[in-house]
């Protein structure tokens, strides 16, 4: 298979603990993004790379939220000390600058 | 501010019926625009991207009113299959990420 990749696809964490995801992009694509996406609303931006550049991030990205692409090719998302309202489905996707972006399955966190 | 605005439905037609979804923008400069569907529990999948002139892709027809500023979609002889929840999608800008609406809940019936 040759798409999006993410994993793990569900983690179930307890509040406070430390998580982290990982999205393999299509591999000619320079372009990575991450987006969260609750109940009942459409994917919210979070931030995006291009090569192993963070170009921007969005108001939603707190200070518990780091986002690295250390070779311009996979990329992870971590989140520190999980809340309850962290809980949602996390969304990666890659694209050539300018061209359709391509989303993985989602990596689903739920925070009890 | 980027917003997009799409009524949530749900949309309940019949099978065979033809249904249409608009959405609305906040920014006149916006660039670019897209449908994309998403199925109950997976990733959102690009549907059709949305020109000036308008375009269709079989039952498809998205189109472009940039004056009043919304974009909608028709689709028509609507299939079971249709189902989905349909993002309106825009680029407000060249260099930055989808602004997506929340979507709109289709359900076809038999």
């Known amino acids: 298979d040759t798409g999006v990749s993410q994993d793990p696809r569900h983690k179930i964490t307890k509040r406070g603990q430390n998580v982290t995801f990982r999205c393999d992009p299509i591999?000619?694509?320079?372009?990575l993004y991450w987006y969260r996406q609750t109940l009942g609303q459409g994917p919210e931006f979070l931030t995006y790379?291009?090569?192993?550049?963070?170009?921007?991030k969005s108001r939603l990205l707190s200070d518990r939220f780091s986002a690295e692409r250390p070779k311009g090719s996979f990329s992870t998302l971590e989140i520190q000390r999980t809340e309850q309202g962290d809980s949602a489905m996390y969304l990666c996707?890659?694209?050539?600058?300018?061209?359709?972006?391509?989303f993985g399955p989602g990596t689903r966190l739920t925070v009890t | 501010r980027k917003e997009v605005e799409q009524d949530p439905g749900p949309f309940n037609v019949p099978e065979g019926a033809t249904v249409a979804f608009n959405c609305t923008y906040s920014?006149?400069?916006?660039?670019?625009f897209f449908w994309y569907r998403q199925d109950c529990r997976k990733e959102p999948k690009l549907l059709m991207s949305?020109?000036?002139s308008g375009n269709e892709d079989g039952r498809f027809t998205a189109q472009l009113n940039r004056a009043s500023q919304y974009i909608s979609l028709l689709i028509r002889d609507s299939k079971l299959s249709d189902s989905a929840t349909y993002l309106c999608?825009?680029?407000?800008?060249?260099?930055?990420?989808?602004?997506f609406g929340k979507g709109t809940r289709l359900s076809v019936i038999a």
């Open positions: 996707a890659s694209s050539v600058v300018g061209v359709e972006q391509y």
């Open positions: 591999s000619e694509h320079n372009r």
């Open positions: 790379f291009q090569n192993e550049a963070q170009l921007e």
């Open positions: 920014n006149s400069a916006s660039q670019s």
């Open positions: 949305v020109y000036s």
């Open positions: 999608v825009v680029i407000f800008s060249g260099n930055t990420p989808l602004v």
